[in-house]
């Protein structure tokens, strides 16, 4: 007991040690909720004798699902780290296990981006649809949005309804969002995949429909735990109040000020009225910080006191104190990337490693100019954010191959078919999918069916069939990595990139291979090609190119939960960050959280960049008002910012500011604007103090100017 608790302060002690009910923390970046958080789980394990398979721990990401299962395997030395996940995978765990519930097998397919691109391509070939109607990237979003908000119901669809009505659903679409939403669903439906959003869906729906699953994984979830919890959205605290119905035994941590997914759904105010919607909550408050120099919380504390819509919290520093915070106003994006690798290259010869530096930035488009100029200098980088590691198409193709073996999917079919060459070109892949549609079966028993057929007999269909016969018959049991590198290797894939001379593919293969072989070492369980399948559907990059002393890349939100010794937060433009999409108030505040998540990253060294000059369309640059908000004594500039530049920079800072409504509704008018109050009458706009959440208008009738807040409606005259 003591070992686990000594690491702690008072406040996370009480964090551990009351186990039931419903708990909440609420604390600021870095003052160690996280910490708590597995502190706990290895408490409920170790001194009280819960089995980690009656835990239910949620994290954000799959990269801090990592950490915390080693964490914990640490912690308690057991293998069996339980339900250690995202709300995703948790969710394709409760569907390996029942799907049967809505009529879909065990083997269910979980689908990532580039499978929904491949069925959108098949959609658009078969109905005539092109980019110009609708990029790939704008039609997933578009699903995704009319599955999140316009038809809710839509999983009954999939659900209930037979491939061929749904089919007839598509059949019938006329515009390209239907044609294109329905066929999707169609195409879902026939190869049993399930996307994110349905993940959630399906499990919630069972969970209705089926009270005895529901009771069943009520009674087995005695503790849930979820860590980042201001960023929960709607189906994911439905799906939590499911779980702990049956113990009530729920653990939340948040902190306000780092909420970064409202435009995708996620509400601040779960987080905040979670006492009222759980009578009996035990609030605990931690205001220690722990990971950052106090040079780095008075930067964060002063950039975040510019929110108007926040509770007032300070993070107060537990290190000494550190090195000052370094601001380089550069001329170019070049100059910019040139200054970073020339600091980097400075800390790394006083001894600091490549891997403690971390570039954060907005937008994935920043990484370019950092990239050539690291590129040049002969620094190691590796991108994290996003998904590019496992959307290469040598990955792609490898995981094709791995879902050849276990389900046979015709995703994984048309993928791989021909790939090495078997002359199963067009032609034949068009025999195969008539042969396919009449029979309702799969193109690989079509396959399978016609290998005699003049039109397949003499390809390489035959060869094609037995690999995938003899790995199909003697996968289980055998280790996932094994099954990989021989399939690999015998399907002839590695030879053929070794014949075109990809050394660059053939590398990023040893990294899957690599990458799979440690989560078979490190997971504790037996890993089964199902299960190594489900997972590399659900994660990115960040998982697997960990080794190596390497600068790491990535965005702000994909940073979100971590830290870092030195951090180099650059960009810092006005239309990088803050985005140009943003357009309302709220939206702005939700940029500056962001920026206040980048600078609360950082452990000992913090450095903020920008490069002003002109965009490539002739506007000019201005250093992002993040910048301009933190008080500069709190800064050292590497020269001093040139005094026009900064007023140029407030003047059309406070120009875009004040044409911002406030919310979607709400507007926020410039000074000199004429205005009705409904009871004050006309009057004059002479300012507004986005402090307070004002405008400061002279009425006509009135000696001296009133305050009025922006919530009141002033009528533009
Ligand atoms: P974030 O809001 O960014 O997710 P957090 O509140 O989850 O932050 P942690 O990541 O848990 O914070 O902790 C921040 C750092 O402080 C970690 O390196 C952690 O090990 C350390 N830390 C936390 N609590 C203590 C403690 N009581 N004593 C010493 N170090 C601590
Ligand atoms: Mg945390």
Not at 125 to 131: A, D, I, P, V, Y
Not at 277 to 295: A, C, D, H, W
Not at 340 to 365: I, K
Request: aromatic share 10%; glycine share 6%.
């Amino acid at each position: 007991m003591t070992d686990l608790l000594s690491g702690l302060n008072d406040a996370q002690r009480r964090a551990v040690a009351t186990t039931e009910g419903y708990v909440r923390v609420i604390a600021g970046a870095g003052s160690g909720k996280t910490r708590a958080l597995s502190h706990r789980f290895a408490y409920l394990v170790n001194e009280l004798g819960i089995l980690p398979g009656n835990i239910l721990c949620v994290t954000f990401t799959n990269k801090s699902a990592n950490e915390m299962r080693q964490r914990i395997h640490q912690l308690t030395g057991d293998n069996d780290t339980g339900y250690i996940n995202t709300f995703h995978g948790f969710c394709d765990a409760v569907l390996r296990e029942d799907s049967h519930a809505v009529q879909y097998p065990r083997s269910f397919l979980v689908l990532d981006n580039s499978d929904i691109d491949a069925m959108l391509r098949i959609i658009y070939e078969e109905r005539g649809l092109t980019l110009r109607d609708m990029t790939f990237s704008a039609a997933r979003d578009m699903i995704e949005i009319q599955k999140l908000f316009k038809r809710p119901d839509y999983y009954q669809d999939m659900i209930t309804m037979s491939l061929d009505t749904l089919k007839e659903k598509y059949d019938r679409a006329d515009t390209p969002a239907d044609i294109i939403f329905y066929g999707y669903l169609y195409q879902e439906k026939k190869c049993f995949g399930l996307d994110y959003n349905d993940l959630i869906k399906f499990s919630l729906y069972i969970f209705r429909q089926r009270p005895d699953i529901r009771i069943k994984w009520q009674q087995r979830l005695e503790y849930i735990m979820i860590d980042e919890f201001q960023d929960i959205d709607q189906l994911q605290y439905e799906l939590m109040e499911v779980l702990c119905g049956y113990h009530k035994n729920l653990f939340i941590v948040g902190d306000p000020d780092q909420t970064i997914y409202t435009w995708r759904g996620a509400d601040v105010k779960y987080l905040l009225d979670f006492d009222k919607k759980f009578p009996g909550t035990q609030t605990i408050l931690m205001v220690e910080n722990y990971r950052s120099t106090p040079e780095i919380l008075a930067v964060a504390n002063s950039l975040i006191d510019k929110n108007r819509n926040r509770i007032k919290k300070e993070l107060k520093p537990i290190l000494p104190a550190g090195t000052p915070v370094v601001c380089h106003f550069a001329q170019t994006q070049e100059a910019e990337a040139r200054w970073m690798a020339g600091e980097m290259r400075r800390l790394h010869e006083a001894g600091t490693p490549f891997r403690d530096m971390t570039v954060l930035y907005r937008a994935h488009y920043v990484t370019r100019a950092v990239e050539e100029v690291l590129l040049e200098e002969k620094i190691p980088y590796t991108i994290y954010s996003g998904v590019q590691f496992f959307d290469r198409m040598e990955i792609k193709d490898a995981l094709s191959y791995l879902r050849m073996i276990a389900y046979k999917d015709d995703l994984s079919f048309r993928r791989i078919a021909n790939v090495p060459k078997r002359n199963l070109g067009k032609r034949r892949m068009e025999f195969l999918q008539e042969y396919a549609e009449q029979r309702g079966c799969l193109l690989y028993q079509a396959l399978l069916d016609n290998l005699e057929d003049p039109i397949i007999k003499g390809t390489g269909a035959g060869k094609f069939i037995s690999l995938i016969e003899s790995f199909a018959a003697g996968y289980e049991g055998r280790p996932v990595s094994e099954v990989l590198s021989a399939i690999l290797n015998e399907s002839g894939y590695e030879k053929m990139l070794r014949t075109e001379g990809s050394q660059e593919r053939l590398d990023n293969l040893a990294e899957l291979k690599q990458s799979v072989y440690e989560y078979e070492t490190t997971c504790g369980e037996e890993v089964t090609l199902e299960h190594y399948l489900a997972r590399a559907a659900l994660f990115t990059n960040a998982d697997t190119a960990e080794q190596g002393d390497r600068v790491k890349l990535m965005t702000v939100h994909a940073a979100k939960g971590l830290e870092f010794p030195c951090v180099f937060l650059c960009g810092m433009n006005e239309g990088v960050f803050p985005s140009r999409k943003v357009r309302t108030r709220q939206a702005m505040e939700e940029e500056r959280r962001l920026a206040f998540v980048a600078v609360t990253r950082a452990e000992k060294e913090l450095y903020l960049s920008e490069a002003d000059g002109r965009n490539f369309d002739g506007s000019p640059r201005y250093p992002s008002r993040f910048l301009l908000d933190i008080d500069e004594k709190l800064l050292t500039f590497t020269r001093p910012p040139e005094e026009g530049l900064i007023r140029r920079a407030r003047d059309y800072i406070g120009h875009s500011q004040a044409g911002l409504p406030e919310a979607d509704g709400q507007t926020v008018f410039p000074a000199g604007q004429r205005v009705r109050h409904a009871l004050f009458g006309p009057g004059t706009v002479l300012d507004t103090d986005m402090d307070r959440g004002a405008h400061v208008v002279q009425f006509d009738e009135m000696e001296t100017p009133r305050k009025i807040s922006f919530r009141a409606k002033l009528e533009r005259i």
